[in-house]
């Protein structure tokens, strides 16, 4: 996956639980759960659906590393 597919994927996922959010205005390396204010059940359905659409697993250790628009990027495009 290139770092546009991800960060592409990303902002779809997150327009389906915030509905609105202009991603042009939110800093790339912002706390996602502050900027958005996401809650848990919120956060654990962006966390499920990157996993199915990447076909990636991400286990609970590894919410850390989708705090923020950059390092979710990172996190999907890394080799596995």
């Known amino acids: ?3 546009d597919e991800a960060r592409k994927m990303i902002e779809e996922v997150l327009a389906d639980i915030v509905p609105g959010t202009d991603f042009t205005a939110l800093d ?5 759960r502050e900027s958005l204010e996401l809650d848990s059940m919120d956060f654990l359905t962006f966390v499920t ?3 199915d659409g990447s076909g990636r697993r991400v286990d609970e250790d590894d919410y850390p590393r989708l ?3 950059n390092a979710g990027v990172a996190f999907l ?3 596995g």
Not at 28 to 32: F, H, K, R, V
């Open 28 to 32: 790339a390396d912002a706390d996602l």
């Open 77 to 79: 495009t890394e080799e």
């Open 1 to 3: 996956m290139t770092p």
């Open 49 to 51: 659906a990157l996993s």
């Open 67 to 69: 705090a923020t628009m």
